[in-house]
């Protein structure tokens, strides 16, 4: 895997502007990295290609990347029963969505993985396609802020919280994004970054009032930001561990299927997700 970092001093880091993970950047040392904002998907994209050098990738790309990746102190995102906003918004219940157009954000590339795992064994949905948003559907999977202004919103009578049917399919937390580097990236300034995201994550946490006053608005109060923010985990333990090895389990016996277009997963057949 080769790089296409320009020349630099600083690492080139993912910024997820979720409010899921403000945390990490709030007490970001000015100057500590070259942050660029993406959207999951395409981050994990410009890490593969060397365009950035670290972020926050979803978990199903980590799987993939494999060895061209490591682990930036153990700080993630992870919720242990409810994501609050990783949503499977319908007009109809799950059990009569057989057959299906699911319409899906082309940010994700997690959680429309979870959403397979779920329809195939905890749902049973079945001959179901995922589509683009602009296409005609009943069903619609949104993640992050938008997932918050959609709930509040009220449009669908139905919503499924996938980290809660995780957890009832599996009894443990679910990861949706890790902190990672690539490993070709320069080793001292990753011990640094590394170093540096440890603090601020800590820093960040304790300044959950200032994130509150910033981040409340017409959808969010900021008591609403409050309890969203620490319902999640950011450090991750033997627990989240547990749940990500399973999640890697239970999506290695799905047909390999990456959403890099939205056809019918079940029919597709792409990249295989590493084992080991």
């Given at each position: 895997m080769t790089t296409n970092r320009p020349?630099?001093?600083?690492?080139?880091?993912?910024h997820m502007t979720y409010l899921n993970s403000e945390v990490f950047y709030r007490k970001l040392p000015i100057g500590s990295c070259d942050l660029v904002a993406m959207p999951p998907r395409a981050?994990?994209?410009?890490?593969?290609?060397?365009?950035?050098?670290?972020?926050?990738?979803?978990?199903?790309?980590?799987?993939?990347?494999?060895?061209?990746?490591?682990?930036?102190?153990?700080?993630g995102v992870a919720?242990?029963?409810?994501?609050?906003?990783?949503?499977?918004?319908?007009?109809?219940?799950?059990?009569?969505?057989?057959?299906?157009?699911?319409?899906?954000?082309?940010?994700?590339?997690?959680?429309?993985?979870?959403?397979r795992i779920l329809f195939a064994e905890l749902w049973n949905v079945v001959d179901h396609n995922f589509v683009e948003m602009s296409d005609g559907h009943d069903?619609?999977?949104?993640?992050?802020?938008?997932?918050?202004?959609?709930?509040?919103?009220?449009?669908?009578?139905?919503?499924?919280d996938l980290g809660s049917a995780w957890k009832t399919l599996t009894g443990s937390p679910f990861v949706f994004a890790e902190w990672v580097v690539r490993a070709d990236a320069p080793a001292d300034l990753a011990r640094q970054f590394e170093k540096d995201l440890i603090e601020a994550t800590e820093r960040g946490f304790d300044?959950?009032?200032?994130?509150?006053?910033?981040?409340?608005?017409?959808?969010?109060?900021?008591?609403?930001?409050?309890?969203?923010?620490?319902?999640?985990?950011?450090?991750?333990?033997?627990?989240?561990?547990s749940g990500q090895q399973e999640f890697k389990s239970r999506l290695a016996q799905l047909p390999a299927w990456r959403p890099t277009s939205l056809t019918n997963p079940n029919s597709t057949t792409t990249e295989a997700i590493p084992t080991s």
């Open positions: 020349e630099s001093h600083l690492l080139r880091v993912g981050m994990a994209a410009a890490v593969e290609q060397g365009e950035l050098d670290a972020g926050p990738l979803p978990i199903a790309e980590i799987f993939r990347l494999g060895d061209k990746i490591r682990s930036l102190g153990n700080l919720s242990n029963g409810p994501a609050m906003s990783v949503f499977l918004f319908s007009h109809k219940p799950v059990e009569d969505l057989s057959g299906s157009d699911v319409a899906v954000t082309t940010h994700t590339a997690t959680s429309i993985q979870l959403l069903v619609a999977l949104v993640i992050g802020d938008p997932a918050l202004s959609m709930l509040a919103a009220g449009d669908y009578k139905h919503q499924y300044s959950i009032d200032e994130i509150c006053r910033i981040r409340a608005n017409d959808v969010m109060s900021e008591s609403d930001v409050r309890t969203y923010v620490r319902n999640f985990s950011y450090f991750l333990g033997s627990s989240e561990r």
